[in-house]
């Protein structure tokens, strides 16, 4: 069975950070693309960024320079750490991956920044 499991979630201030942390098991990452995205409260989810098999990684504009995303092959874990968090930031954040293997989500982590 497949799960992906999303923690590092919680409540921080504006301009603070937070790391995100995706782990799979039944599915190796290695050959996948691997994604974040966000659902804000009353929004549709939005990507926030990505990382495929070779490292390219690609983000939305709001996030370049603020946000990066990693892949700990080893550990089957992909990580998204967040800087200078804004309110409108808040929301529920989501790992996807997708490849040969199928497409699988997370259930997701809370994050919340106050202003």
């Known amino acids: 069975q497949v799960q992906l499991v999303e923690s590092g979630g919680g409540l921080v201030q504006a301009g603070g950070s937070l790391r995100l942390s995706c782990a799979a098991s039944?599915?190796?990452?290695?050959?996948?693309?691997v994604d974040w995205y966000r659902r804000a409260p009353g929004k549709q989810r939005e990507f926030i960024a990505s990382i495929n098999a070779w490292n390219i990684t690609n983000y939305a504009d709001s996030v370049k320079g603020r946000f990066t995303i990693a892949r700990v092959n080893a550990k089957n874990t992909v990580w998204l750490q967040m800087n200078s968090l804004k309110p409108e930031e808040t929301g529920v954040y989501y790992c996807?991956?997708?490849?040969?293997?199928?497409?699988?989500w997370g259930q997701g982590t809370q994050v919340t920044v106050s202003s």
């Open positions: 996807n991956t997708w490849g040969s293997q199928g497409e699988y």
């Open positions: 039944g599915i190796t990452f290695g050959d996948n693309v």
